[in-house]
Each structure stands twice: as C-alpha cells, then as structure tokens.
C-alpha cells in the first residue's frame, strides 16, 4: 500500500472509520485505517503548528495552556500524551521568552501552575488562535451524530 504525501491542506474526513467499518469486517484492518488517518491528522497539526512559527510538540503544548490557564505539567502531559522532559523543557522556554509564567499550587507546594503572560495571550492571539481558526473553516462541517451509531 503506497501512500503519497499531500502537496495542498487536506482536511481530515469525518466518514473514515465509518467507511472502514462498512468496508471491512476484520478489526486489524478497521485499525490499519484508523491509524493511518490518526498519522494524517498529526501531519496536518505539525503543519499547522511550524505555519504558526512553533515546533508540533510547542505548539501542542502552548495550545492546551491557551485553552486550559492554570494547567500543571502533569495535566499537559495527559492531555498531549508528551513525555514529560519534553513538555518541561518546552514549558521551560516559553517561560523564558516571557509566554508563561509558573505559580506554585496553593493546595500542594510541589505543583506549578502554567499560566499565560500578557505577552503570551497576545502571541496566541496573534500566531496561533488565527492560524486554528483560518485552518479550521477549511474543515467539513458534518453532524457528529451521524458518525456514532
């Protein structure tokens, strides 16, 4: 099986697993399928992440503290599924270039707290929130409904 790189943005197909379950019966086969759209949708979000000037793993990671201020290393790497030198040193560098800042917990002393700078809010609504959103209007609007059945 001979799979060619995409030369433009293609976007990820809702029908995938469905069309895998009706095409096949055999579970190896609904996996194979589901996998190599799982690798699509990676290629496609490193993609988007470098556009917007950072690498996949920042990017995913500066992402999910847009999303959730207050996070804690452990939850990124729950969420990100990041091994956790890798989100500690790219947490490290965005605190550094002034992005994050890190707080203690106040209910236990051994967590931080990431938080986002002014300067961090504005980069993400700057370089990455614009970059999700002009992706994401190229997505096919489907009904989520009809894909779970």
Same mark, same amino acid.
């Given at each position: 099986m001979?799979?060619?790189?995409?030369?433009?943005?293609?976007? %990820? +197909?809702?029908? /995938?697993?469905e069309?895998?379950? =009706?095409?096949? $019966?055999d579970?190896?086969?609904? @996996?194979?399928?589901?996998?190599?759209?799982?690798?699509?949708?990676?290629?496609?979000?490193g993609?988007?992440?470098?556009?917007?000037?950072?690498?996949?793993?920042?990017?995913?990671?500066?992402?999910?503290?847009?999303?959730?201020?207050?996070?804690?290393?452990?939850?990124?790497?729950?969420?990100?599924l990041? %091994? +956790?030198?890798? /989100?500690?040193?790219?947490?490290? =560098?965005?605190a $550094?270039?002034?992005?994050?800042? @890190?707080?203690?917990?106040?209910?236990?002393?051994r967590?931080?707290?990431i938080?986002?700078?002014d300067?961090?809010?504005?980069?993400?609504?700057?370089?990455?929130?614009?970059c999700?959103?002009?992706?994401?209007?190229?997505?096919?609007?489907?009904?989520?409904?009809?894909?779970v059945?």
């Amino acid at each position: 099986m001979t799979h060619s790189q995409p030369t433009e943005f293609e976007p %990820p +197909r809702a029908d /995938v697993i469905e069309h895998a379950q =009706a095409a096949y $019966s055999d579970l190896d086969t609904q @996996l194979t399928a589901f996998f190599e759209e799982f690798r699509r949708i990676d290629l496609i979000y490193g993609a988007y992440g470098r556009r917007c000037g950072l690498s996949f793993s920042a990017y995913l990671i500066f992402d999910y503290i847009c999303e959730n201020d207050g996070t804690s290393q452990r939850e990124i790497c729950a969420y990100t599924l990041l %091994p +956790r030198q890798t /989100v500690n040193n790219v947490i490290n =560098a965005l605190a $550094s270039q002034g992005l994050l800042r @890190l707080e203690g917990s106040k209910h236990d002393k051994r967590v931080k707290r990431i938080h986002l700078t002014d300067e961090g809010s504005a980069t993400a609504t700057r370089r990455s929130r614009p970059c999700a959103r002009r992706n994401c209007r190229r997505w096919p609007r489907s009904n989520p409904t009809s894909a779970v059945r």
